[in-house]
C-alpha cells in the first residue's frame, strides 16, 4: 500500500519540508547524502521553507530529475528555481550541486555525461506529478516513460519547451527514499490514477513512485477513495 499523508493546503510546504528534514537528518547521520530534486511550482515553496532549517549542508549532493533545454538562467530551468529558492541561501559547496547541462546541443551526450556522474543509487529523491499523471519528464506514452536500461535520457514535453532531460524508471525505482510533494486540485485526477489507479506505467508514469511517501494536499487528495 502506498503511503500517503495529506495535510491541510495552507501548511503543506511546512510539512513537506519536516518531511525532508527527517530524510535528510537520518541519513546524513549515516555519511554523505544524494539527493535528486524536482523542479515545478510546488516543490518550490518546500524548498523555501527547507531553507530554513538546520542541517548539515556540507553533507549534501545535490542532482536533478530533469531540466528543460535551457540555460541556467532562464525562467524556465528547474536549476534556477531551485538555486533561488535554496542553493542561494545555505552552505551547500558549489561542487556538490550537480545540474542538468540541458541546454547543450546534442542531449544524447549530455544524457549520457549526467547518468556518468549520477550515484548508481540516490539516497533521496524527491519528485512531483502532473495534471497528466507525468513526474520528472516522463510524460504518459513517451519513449522516455518506457526506458528500462539507460538511467538518464532525452525526453519531450507535450507543451514548451518541448526539448528535456530526465531520469528513468531504473533511478526510480532503485532511490533508497523517495518523497512525491502533490499539490491543487487539478492533480487530484493525477494522483488518484497514481495511487489507486489499475497499474499502467506507461499512461500514468507517476505510478512508478507509489512506493514513496506521498505528501499531498488535501485538494489533491480530494479524489482519493477513503476505503483503499
Not at 525562467?75 to 558549489?94: K, T
Not at 540541458?102 to 549520477?118: G, R, S, T
Not at 528500462?148 to 535520457?153: A, E, M, N, P, W
Amino acid at each position: 500500500m502506498p503511503r500517503v499523508l495529506i495535510v491541510p493546503a495552507e501548511t503543506f510546504a511546512a510539512r513537506a519540508a519536516e518531511c525532508l528534514v527527517h530524510a535528510l537528518r537520518t541519513l546524513a547521520a549515516e555519511g554523505p547524502v544524494s539527493m535528486a530534486l524536482a523542479g515545478g511550482a510546488t516543490p518550490r515553496a518546500v524548498y523555501a521553507s527547507l531553507a530554513a532549517a538546520d542541517l548539515p549542508w556540507d553533507r549534501l549532493r545535490v542532482y536533478f530529475g530533469d531540466e528543460r533545454a535551457v540555460g541556467p538562467d532562464h525562467p524556465d530551468s528547474n536549476y534556477r528555481m531551485v538555486r533561488d529558492a535554496l542553493l542561494s541561501r545555505v552552505p551547500i559547496p558549489d561542487v556538490q550541486v550537480f545540474r542538468m547541462q540541458a541546454e547543450d546541443a546534442d542531449l544524447e551526450a549530455a544524457a549520457a555525461a549526467y547518468a556518468a556522474v549520477l550515484p548508481g543509487r540516490l539516497d533521496l529523491l524527491v519528485l512531483g506529478v502532473g495534471a497528466d499523471g507525468h513526474t520528472a519528464s516522463l510524460f504518459p506514452g513517451s519513449t522516455a516513460a518506457q526506458e528500462r536500461r539507460r538511467t538518464v535520457v532525452p525526453a519531450f514535453a507535450p507543451d514548451p519547451p518541448r526539448e528535456r532531460l530526465t531520469i528513468t524508471r531504473p533511478v526510480i525505482w532503485t532511490a533508497r527514499h523517495t518523497l512525491v510533494l502533490v499539490a491543487g486540485a487539478g492533480k487530484a485526477a493525477a494522483v488518484r490514477a497514481a495511487l489507486q489507479g489499475p497499474e499502467d506505467l506507461n499512461g500514468c508514469p507517476a505510478q512508478l513512485a507509489r512506493r514513496g511517501l506521498w505528501v499531498l494536499d488535501a485538494n489533491a487528495a480530494s479524489r482519493l477513495s477513503k476505503s483503499e
